[in-house]
């Protein structure tokens, strides 16, 4: 019931009470004073109905206030809740957009491990003596070989040393061929890589220099000698011969590194 409304069914109510005592006999006491203890009590309840009117008229203001509070609450709460939803969905495409990058760096690495392994030298060493008496150059036992994965540059450095002992020379093949680019001819052998004289065992290497001594070599730490070759996987070899009578060969080593 609006206040309006109550305000007016009020004032029928007391409009009535006054008016009672009209009706009543003027000349009869008792009914008088019986019609007015009714105006009297209707009016008293009539009030009492007013402050519960009023009452309940400012409870209800109490619960739109309140439900008004709890609309904003739920509102706020779900501005919240949409807030958090992006800050996760941006928190998980930063986690996706670290784990790329995070993948994209160990591939990087992997391949950088990788051409790095590519040209590291490979080293072949074969302690043993071994001899031979051919003019012509031979696969003797422990080598050494190497197997290196050459890149696209299509270059290798290769480093050999053994002590020999008579005319003895050394060649570097791969497969059943002489790589090409050694000395064309050194004391009437072809396609050295190294090569002595005979005399006391010398410890002889890389490169094939001609020297006072007659050897076709270089006596004490060898030296680089740059070859070609294709890319991919290759295996290198030394070989030995003899200018002359036998020859014998210890300490033998092979060092091949391809270059990037």
Known sequence: MSRRAF???????IAVAV???AFADSGTTAKT????????RAL?????ALRIGRAAKREVHKAVAAA?????????????AAAAKTAAGEAAKATEGAQERAGGARLKAE????EVASIRSKVGFAEGDVSTASKTF???????????DVLQAGLVQVWAQALIDGE????????AHQVEGQASECNGVKGVLFQVEAGEPLLAGTPAALDSSGACATLGAPGPVLFRATAGEHTFELRYASASGSATFSERRLVVAPLP
């Open 7 to 13: 305000v007016t069914l009020l004032a029928v109510v």
């Open 19 to 21: 008016a009672i005592p």
């Open 33 to 40: 004073t019986s019609v007015r203890g009714l105006s009297t």
């Open 44 to 48: 008293g309840k009539a009030k009492s």
């Open 68 to 80: 008004g509070t709890a609309s904003g609450s739920a509102s706020a709460a779900q501005a919240s």
């Open 111 to 114: 391949e950088a491990q990788k």
């Open 138 to 148: 031979q696969s003797l036992a422990g080598g050494p070989a190497v197997t290196v």
């Open 168 to 175: 003895g020379a050394v060649s570097l093949y791969e497969g």
